[in-house]
């Protein structure tokens, strides 16, 4: 009966061992250099983990069928072992922190800089993404590369004015409202991370950045993919009834298209 446990056991580890190994459900594939790092950050503390799961999966159906109920009562009682205590919380605290050491410089990549103002940084392409119950706005800056101030005041869905750009103010006047995102290929991106009502999440799983969009905060996420397509902008942060449905997507495309598209906003503006 021990041995049956025992192979149980097993037989799950190896299952959900199964879909890790095969890569089936696999994320998608990753569109920036730092998407492909941390790819590689993952599949490094996946094999770490995963290691050490097979391995307490195999000693514990091994238990279980050596000491298992058995008539002679051949297991002993113990009070513990401090030798062995000191070394696996050793063990978790080594791999722990060499984790987060090694992954620390990818993540820090995409998320510190420095945004004290709303004012586009050198040469990158700046996009201010506003999350509302339950849309994404993206607004692009313009022809000047300047965001028009906004005012609480002119909000209004129904006009196509979601964040109260004010048009007459300095720069407002060829900003660009968009409900989806276009990016050109291989441009360094930079997103200004906005909530207009709750927290919602913006999370593009190709690009491998996901940010929390807080009211009252100005998150930032940078990016620049290398590869064209058409790519979800899902929310996720459970933010109300229509959470399901918050999605947009993200076009990436080449340099020469993407002009002609801002062309065509912009000639919608006058
Ligand atoms: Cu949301």
């Known amino acids: 009966m021990s041995l049956l446990t025992a192979v149980v056991v097993w037989l799950i580890t190896l299952a959900i061992s199964i879909p890790f190994v095969t890569r089936t459900w696999?994320?998608?594939?990753?569109?920036t250099d730092i998407g492909r790092l941390i790819d590689e950050s993952f599949m490094v503390t996946l094999a770490i983990t995963g290691f050490i799961f097979v391995v307490a999966q195999v000693a514990l159906g091994y238990t279980v069928w050596k000491y298992g109920r058995k008539s002679d009562g051949s297991a002993d009682y113990t009070h513990g072992n401090n030798k062995l205590e000191i070394l696996w919380t050793a063990a978790a605290s080594v791999i722990f922190v060499g984790l987060t050491l090694t992954g620390f410089s990818v993540w820090a990549e995409t998320r510190f800089i420095d945004r004290r103002s709303m004012e586009p940084s050198e040469g990158r392409l700046m996009i201010e993404v506003t999350g509302q119950q339950f849309?994404?706005?993206?607004?692009?800056?313009?022809?000047?590369?300047?965001?028009?101030p906004t005012d609480i005041n002119l909000i209004d869905d129904a006009a196509g004015n979601p964040v109260g750009l004010d048009r007459d103010?300095?720069?407002?006047?060829?900003?660009?409202?968009?409900?989806?995102m276009r990016v050109p290929v291989n441009r360094e991106v930079e997103l200004a991370l906005k909530s207009k009502d709750v927290l919602h999440n913006f999370f593009v799983p190709e690009l491998r950045i996901k940010l929390d969009t807080?009211?009252?905060?100005v998150g930032t996420l940078r990016f620049k993919a290398d590869k064209e397509g058409k790519y979800e902008i899902v929310c996720s942060e459970?933010?109300?009834l229509g959470h399901y449905k918050m999605r947009s997507f993200l076009y990436v495309v080449s340099e020469?298209?993407?002009d002609a598209w801002m062309e065509e906003q912009a000639?919608?503006?006058f």
């Open 26 to 31: 696999w994320m998608p594939e990753a569109i």
């Open 135 to 148: 849309v994404w706005n993206m607004r692009y800056p313009g022809e000047d590369n300047q965001f028009g």
């Open 169 to 180: 103010g300095p720069g407002g006047a060829d900003d660009i409202m968009v409900p989806e």
């Open 214 to 217: 807080v009211p009252g905060l």
């Open 238 to 240: 459970l933010c109300g």
């Open 256 to 258: 020469e298209e993407y």
């Open 267 to 269: 000639s919608y503006l």
